[in-house]
C-alpha cells in the first residue's frame, strides 16, 4: 500500500483511508483463510520539515519503498494529500513511475478516495470508468477527461483496476476484493467481526438525498429478518407491513426513513445479495438459485444480474472462488 507524504506528513483527515485497508488487510485471520494477506506500506520517502508530524498528522517509517511495488500482487493508494487535489500541486514523479512499473507486472491497482488522482496521473484510468468522493469528482473529470468519472457510486471494479469513494466507501471495496479473492463466507464473517455491513453494492448511491433518521428503528429488525428467512417465497409490501402490524402506507415510510430505500428495492438487493452468495460458495444450477432468492428463472436471474451487476451469473461465479 502506497502512503503519500508529500512533505507534509500523513493528514489526520487521511488516517481513515489508511487505516481501512489496515485493517482488512493487515491483520492475520488464520481461521478464515491461511494464508492471509501480506500487507506492507510503501512510502515516498520524503522528508517532512521539523514539527509537519506534530501540527498536521504522522510522519510514515516504513523499511519498504516504491521499488517494492513491483511485484506485490495488488497495490492499494489510500488517499494523496489535499494539496495535490486542491491546488493541482504534482504527485512525485517517482510514484508516478512506480505505480506504472508495478501495473505493467501485472498488479492489481485500487485507490480509495483522492488515491485515484495518483492512478489517473499514471494513465490507469484513462479510457475506464472510476470513482472518487463526490466532493471531489469533478476536479477528476476536469484534469483527467479521458476518464469516465461516475461521481454516484460507492466503488467501480473494472477488473485489473478498481477505485472507490471516500470513507467508508473505502471499506466496501476492501472487503469487495475479500470476497473476490476468497469468497463470501470469508468476507462475510470478516465483515461481522468488524461489525459493519457484509456487503454494499459498488453502485449504490454515494448519498441518499432524504434525510437520515435520528436513530436507528429498531421496530422493523424483526420482520426485515422474517423477510430474509423467506425470499424464496412471493413476498409484498402488504406482508411485510402485516407482519410489522402496520399499515402498508406506514411500513412504507419506515422502512424508507430507515434504509433510504423502498420496500421493492429492499427486497430485491436481499435477493440478489442472496443470490450473489449462492454464486460464489456453492455449484448450485442458477435455476435453482434463483429459486431459492426468489428471483425466479434463470433468465429473470441473468436479466437482473445484467442490469444491477454488470455481468451474467456464469462470469460473475467464475470471478469467485468456490468453497468445498
Not at 494523496?80 to 508516478?96: N, R, T
Not at 436507528?216 to 425470499?231: I, Q, T
Not at 444450477?285 to 436479466?303: C, D, F, M, Q, W
Request: a negative charge.
Amino acid at each position: 500500500m502506497v502512503v503519500t507524504e508529500e512533505m507534509i506528513g500523513v493528514p489526520s483527515w487521511d488516517l481513515y483511508e489508511l487505516s481501512i485497508p489496515c485493517t482488512v488487510f493487515g491483520k492475520p485471520q488464520p481461521d478464515l483463510a491461511d494464508p492471509w494477506y501480506d500487507l506492507r506500506l510503501c512510502g515516498t520517502g520524503e522528508r517532512a520539515p521539523d514539527g509537519t508530524a506534530a501540527n498536521t498528522g504522522l510522519v510514515l517509517r516504513t523499511p519498504y519503498g516504491l521499488d517494492d511495488l513491483v511485484g506485490a500482487d495488488t497495490v492499494i493508494v489510500p488517499s494523496v494529500p489535499d494539496a495535490c487535489v486542491d491546488e493541482g500541486q504534482p504527485l512525485p514523479p517517482e510514484l508516478i513511475t512506480a505505480l506504472r512499473r508495478a501495473y505493467d507486472a501485472g498488479a492489481r491497482m485500487v485507490s480509495l478516495c483522492t488515491g485515484a488522482f495518483a492512478l489517473a496521473e499514471a494513465g490507469l484510468l484513462d479510457g475506464r470508468r472510476a470513482t472518487a468522493h463526490w466532493m471531489h469528482t469533478a476536479q477528476l473529470a476536469e484534469r483527467y477527461p479521458k476518464v469516465q468519472v461516475d461521481a454516484s457510486v460507492l466503488y467501480v471494479d473494472d477488473g485489473d483496476v478498481l477505485t472507490s469513494a471516500g470513507l467508508t466507501a473505502g471499506l466496501d471495496l476492501c472487503l469487495h476484493l475479500v470476497r473476490r479473492d476468497l469468497g463470501a463466507h470469508v468476507a462475510n464473517q470478516l465483515a461481522r467481526r468488524m461489525v459493519v455491513p457484509a456487503h454494499r453494492p459498488g453502485g449504490q448511491a454515494q448519498f441518499i438525498e432524504s434525510s437520515v433518521p435520528a436513530r436507528d428503528d429498531e421496530g422493523l429488525a424483526p420482520v426485515l429478518d422474517w423477510a430474509r428467512a423467506r425470499l424464496d417465497r412471493p413476498l409484498t409490501i402488504a406482508d411485510l407491513a402485516g407482519r410489522a402490524a402496520m399499515s402498508p402506507r406506514t411500513f412504507y415510510r419506515r422502512l424508507q426513513a430507515a434504509t433510504g430505500t423502498t420496500p421493492l428495492r429492499w427486497l430485491l438487493e436481499q435477493r440478489l445479495a442472496l443470490a450473489r452468495e449462492l454464486l460464489e460458495s456453492t455449484d448450485l444450477p442458477v435455476e435453482k438459485i434463483g429459486e431459492l432468492s426468489g428471483l425466479g428463472t434463470a433468465n429473470n436471474v441473468r436479466h437482473h444480474f445484467l442490469k444491477h451487476i454488470g455481468v451474467s451469473p456464469s462470469d460473475y461465479r467464475r470471478a469467485f472462488p468456490t468453497a468445498p
